[in-house]
């Protein structure tokens, strides 16, 4: 199994920036696909941005242009820069990522436990 484990959220005012981490650790034999999605509050769970292991990106509209994915593969982490934030993006942030345990590669997917962003003025 893989335990992801974020950090770096908090209270910004809008206009500011932060930047989300989570790594990954545990028993695996591969990494896939890392995420971001976030919760707001009375809201479902959004896809924000998923990057893959050779760094191909995708961003959800609401976000291209103001954050940026990123990973290191040697350890397992996956980074979101947020710039130019709104309350908009205030939210839980989720980290995902897909897996493998062993050689044949069949595939899960793990939370991390989410981190609270909050833009507020």
């Known amino acids: 199994q893989v335990q992801l484990v974020e950090s770096g959220g908090g209270l910004v005012q809008p206009g500011g920036s932060l930047r989300l981490s989570c790594a990954a650790s545990?028993?695996?034999?591969?990494?896939?696909?890392m995420g971001w999605y976030r919760q707001a509050p009375g809201k479902e769970r959004d896809l924000v941005a998923v990057i893959t292991p050779d760094g191909a990106t995708n961003y959800a509209d609401s976000v291209k242009g103001r954050f940026t994915i990123s990973r290191d593969n040697a350890k397992n982490t996956v980074y979101l820069r947020m710039n130019s934030l709104k309350p908009e993006d205030t939210a839980v942030y989720y980290c995902?990522?897909?897996?493998?345990?062993?050689?044949?590669?069949?595939?899960?997917?793990?939370w991390g436990q989410g981190t609270q962003v909050t833009v507020s003025s």
């Open positions: 995902h990522a897909n897996f493998s345990t062993d050689y044949r590669r069949i595939r899960f997917g793990s």
């Open positions: 545990g028993s695996f034999f591969e990494v896939y696909a």
